[in-house]
């Protein structure tokens, strides 16, 4: 299956995930972007000024780091870290955002809207706005917006309008939902710059696409470190993005890919977000996906310490990896987020992103079964700055 | 029993254009609900809408958003509503279609679900988070009885508008402006004009006008273009506001209808 695979299909379905799932209004700015974005990839000028920008602006490529002292902690397998904390904004979110502002000028919009969940795709999106100077609305949960103040205030730095979102459990998905009906009403000179492999056919692809730069640029980083692929890749899951990113260039080797979700309080309790391993198929802002939901098909309200995983569904495309075993995908706790997140500041020197912390945090499952001559990767997705209060509420020194 | 689109005739037969009212299952107060469909039938309403709830209505503006959430709330479900609908079916003759989003459909069973739906009686449903790209997936050959009812936005191009009133049965489903139900912001002459317009098109279907239309006004404007009028939060606003045994909202029903005549 993963030497043929090529999804998604022409009308956005990967396997049975994915679609368009959306209110009639949406279906045509969908397949003027569809085209728009087909159109663009294929010219060179488009590539050319995009590599330009992630070189020039984001400091890409970013590092893929020996982590030296991780390595002795397990005393197993050599470990590596993908460094997407180094980019411009301090996470891998604005790989998706520099990519998609490029087409919504291409697309002649002069107003940008986006959802955040921790802030990080909300600062993303303000930047880009700032550098091509579009109007930028950022929807936010109220309680990510007090979680995350300091992202709040970087957006607000940077020219964005953040926009409270009240409803529903006020989080991420909540986010989604307003930037959604925004875009339903102001669809004429909007772009929603979705921050995840999530939505409607073809924000899935787009932003996969986009994000696979971290997983080109690790296939020849650890060619050239090691002379071969690594055995094992790791990344946090809540949309998606930054390990489809990481993933998309291994899915046709031997490569064991490992996603990792937030189990929040745990996965026998009700406050998590264990999408991929308690969800059941369901229909959600626009795709067909693995979702938490009850019995009756309403969305359940999920917990989860980070912020950016927060979220009860899932990327297609994630979907279709776990159903066909392409990828694996396990959970960690909060609190095994919170001590990842002191033993990677210890042993590497390298605070990460509460989701990051996730990808690190099931090292402690992963290292016992692998041998000295193995690799591991994991993707540090973002970095930890934004999340200190709520680390430093944790762990109380 | 009649269909929506021979129901739809009649009235358009007899100089009347049609007035569709939505009502969110179970709101405001679950135990006065059928009453309440009664009643606005009775005021005038030539049909009804019934909104099952979902936590995530993305199609939806504040009010009912809100509607949504009480009857959640309420423990309002599609079992409760089939619950409803067979009340009230056994009381009326007038269409009644069942409107909600995807997901719990999908959950509830969607062969289940269409042919309860067609053994009580419900003469259509509406989904719109199902589009054409995604018709096929979802509806079986269980709604040939019950119609599939699409709807055409602004944004619809000329080509698309002909495939909707391909693919739609009952009635189609004018949305005269771009936004979430309840808008109100809209520049009513682009909107008339768009309804004018896909009323050129629509050769299959009789043709509904909704979203932003919340006065007598309103309904006046549209009704020459169009076979009939729906009208949603305007009545769930009042709903909300209504304390005095529905007395507002039937009379607004009844004064929206008047306007139809």
Known sequence: ?????????????????????????????????????????????????????????????????????????????????????????????????????????????????????????????????????????????????????????????????????????????????????????????????????????????????FQSVIGKETKEQIQIAEERLPDYIVACVGGGSNAIGIFYSFINTKVKLIGVEAAGYGINTNKHCATLTLGREGIFQGMKTYLLQNDEGQVSEVHSISAGLDYPGVGPEHSLFKDEVIADYYSVTDDEAIRATE???????????????????????????TKKDEIVIVNISGRGDKDLNTIKDKLGY | MTTIANYISGKNNKNEKVLSVFLTSGFPDKNNFVELALRALEAGADMLEIGFPFSDPLADGPIIQHSSQIALENGI???????????????????LILMGYANPVLSYGIEKFAENAKSLGVNGVIIPDIPIEEYENFYNHLFDEVNTILLVTPTTSNDRIKLIDEKSSGFIYCVSVSGTTGITNQDKITSIEFVKRTRSIVKKNKMLVGFGISSVKDAQSFAPYCDGIIVGSAVIKSLMNDSSDYVKTLDLIKKLKQALV
């Not at chain 1, 989080?171 to 772009?191: G, Q, S």
């Not at chain 1, 590497?348 to 402690?364: K, M, Q, T």
């Open chain 1, 343 to 369: 033993l990677l500041s210890k042993a590497e020197g390298i605070i990460p992103a509460l989701e990051s912390a996730h990808a690190v945090a099931y090292l402690n499952y992963l290292m016992p079964n």
């Open chain 2, 77 to 95: 479900n599609i079992t409760k509503t089939f619950n409803f609908i067979k009340e009230i079916r056994s009381r009326t003759d007038k269409p």
């Open chain 1, 1 to 209: 299956m993963s030497n043929k695979y090529n999804s998604p299909d022409v009308n956005g379905h990967f396997g049975k995930f994915g679609g368009k799932y959306v209110p009639e209004t949406l279906i045509t700015p969908l397949k003027e972007l569809e085209e728009t974005y087909f159109q663009l990839t294929k010219e060179k000028n488009f590539q050319d000024e995009l590599n330009k920008l992630n070189k020039e602006y984001t400091g890409r490529p970013t590092p893929l780091t020996f982590a030296d002292g991780l390595t002795k902690y397990f005393d197993k397998a050599k470990i590596y870290l993908k460094r997407e904390d180094l980019c411009h904004t301090g996470a891998h979110k604005i790989n998706n955002a520099l990519g998609q502002i490029l087409l919504a000028k291409k697309l002649g919009k002069t107003r940008i809207i986006a959802e955040t969940g921790a802030g990080q795709h909300g600062v993303a999106t303000a930047t880009v706005c700032a550098k091509f100077g579009l109007k930028c609305f950022v929807y936010m949960g109220e309680v990510d917006i007090e979680r995350q103040s300091l992202n709040v205030f970087r957006m607000k730095l940077l020219g964005a309008e953040v926009i409270p979102v009240s409803s529903g459990s006020r989080t991420l998905k909540d986010a989604a939902n307003e930037a959604i009906r925004d875009w339903v009403t102001n669809v004429k000179d909007t772009h929603y710059i979705i921050g995840s492999v999530v939505g409607p056919h073809p924000y899935p692809m787009i932003v996969r696409d």
